[in-house]
Structure formats: structure tokens, C-alpha cells
T-cell receptor, first 117, second 111 residues
């Protein structure tokens, strides 16, 4: 168990409101990720972090910001939620996979289901 | 064209059947390959890595064909508990390092 906790697990909000999702890990992993999952799409990377205050954009970062002020917490913020951001959001940490040089194996949190009305 | 493509299914098979899924990838800089399993309304979990020579883990066998750029997952003696969505994942190292997820193949195993 990688000790990843996401909160809230479910949220319904209205268009234009700010939303923050929290990912908390207990095992001091350096790399943390935020993905979104939508029907017909694979998991898509929003942002990732490689250390405290070190973050970078993924492939679908527009409309999202992140912060990592402590190793254990990685926050995803939607400054002004839109209906297109209705999705399931997964946080993940990575560990080096055995036998796959350079490849990271991801362990995911349980997900946060966000509905924007 | 998606970088990683999977047949969405569903594959509906009886218990005890053998079922195979394929996944194709388009980026020749793909270096590592994985299968993840995702149960309904749950998070994805690593099922197995895919090695160049092919590898087996109990009833599950993964194969890689670099020339044709596809990977496969074979499940023998299907169990009801194998019902899930199977995600093909490719690790690409070109100008960046990234994991690319397929959208998954759904498997339903019936009694």
C-alpha cells in the first residue's frame, strides 16, 4: 500500500467556482502526478511534480494549476471550473519498475470524481 | 491517430475461456510496456510489465512485438474475478519521458 489519499472523493460544483483537490502520500515519494480519466480516452497527464516546489505541465494542463509545498501533499486547483472539467481525477506516485530501465511504475490513489454543473 | 490503441470491447467470455487482447502503439521511441487492470469505479493497478522475450504470471501471459509495434495479453482459464478493464501503457523516451495510456479493453467473464 503506497499510502495515497485523495480528497474529496466526490464533489459537485457549479461552473465558475474554484475547486481544489488534494493528494496526500505517506511514503516520501519524490514524484507525484495528477491525471484525469474520461470515457474513450486513456488517462491523461495534467501536471506532475518532481519535488517540493518543482512542478511541470502535462498534456492537458490548461485550466489547472498545482502546488507542492510539502513532500507529502500535491494540490490540484481549478481556478474557475468548467463543465469540460467534469471527470475522474487520479493522483499517482511513481517507483522505478524492475527490469524496465528508466520506466516508472505508477501507484494511483482511489480517485476524485468531480462534476461541474 | 491515438498513440496507444486498444479495442474497447467488451469481450464477453464464459468462465474457463482463454481470451487475448492486443494493443498497438505508434511511437518508435517506446521503451517499456505495461498492462494495468482497472475495476469498475476504482483506480488502475499494475497487472504486469511486458518484457521483450515475453513473460508469464500465473494465468496471464504478455507478449511484445517491437517490429509490428504491438503488445498482447493472454488470460487463460478466465475467472469471474478477471472482469475488469485492461489498460495498455507505453513508456516513451524521446524528447521527454512520458507514460501513455490506452483507453482500455473491457472484459466480462460470465458464469
Amino acid at each position: 500500500d503506497a499510502g495515497i489519499t485523495q480528497s474529496p472523493r466526490h464533489k459537485v460544483t457549479e461552473t465558475g467556482t474554484p475547486v481544489t483537490l488534494r493528494c496526500h502520500q505517506t511514503e516520501n515519494h519524490r514524484y507525484m502526478y495528477w491525471y484525469r480519466q474520461d470515457p474513450g480516452h486513456g488517462l491523461r497527464l495534467i501536471h506532475y511534480s518532481y519535488g517540493v516546489k518543482d512542478t511541470d505541465k502535462g498534456e492537458v494542463s490548461d485550466g489547472y494549476s498545482v502546488s507542492r509545498s510539502k513532500t507529502e501533499d500535491f494540490l490540484l486547483t481549478l481556478e474557475s471550473a468548467t463543465s469540460s472539467q467534469t471527470s475522474v481525477y487520479f493522483c499517482a506516485i511513481s517507483v522505478k519498475g524492475r527490469g524496465n530501465s528508466g520506466a516508472n511504475v505508477l501507484t494511483f490513489g482511489a480517485g476524485s470524481r468531480l462534476t461541474v454543473l | 491517430r491515438k498513440e496507444v490503441e486498444q479495442d474497447p470491447g467488451p469481450f464477453n467470455v464464459p468462465e474457463g475461456a482463454t481470451v487475448a487482447f492486443n494493443c498497438t502503439y505508434s511511437n518508435s521511441a517506446s521503451q517499456s510496456f505495461f498492462w494495468y487492470r482497472q475495476d469498475c469505479r476504482k483506480e488502475p493497478k499494475l497487472l504486469m510489465s511486458v518484457y521483450s522475450s515475453g513473460n508469464e504470471d500465473g494465468r496471464f501471459t504478455a507478449q511484445l512485438n517491437r517490429a509490428s509495434q504491438y503488445i498482447s495479453l493472454l488470460i487463460r482459464d478466465s475467472k469471474l474475478s478477471d472482469s475488469a478493464t485492461y489498460l495498455c501503457v507505453v513508456y516513451v523516451r524521446d524528447s521527454s519521458y512520458k507514460l501513455i495510456f490506452g483507453s482500455g479493453t473491457r472484459l466480462l467473464v460470465r458464469p
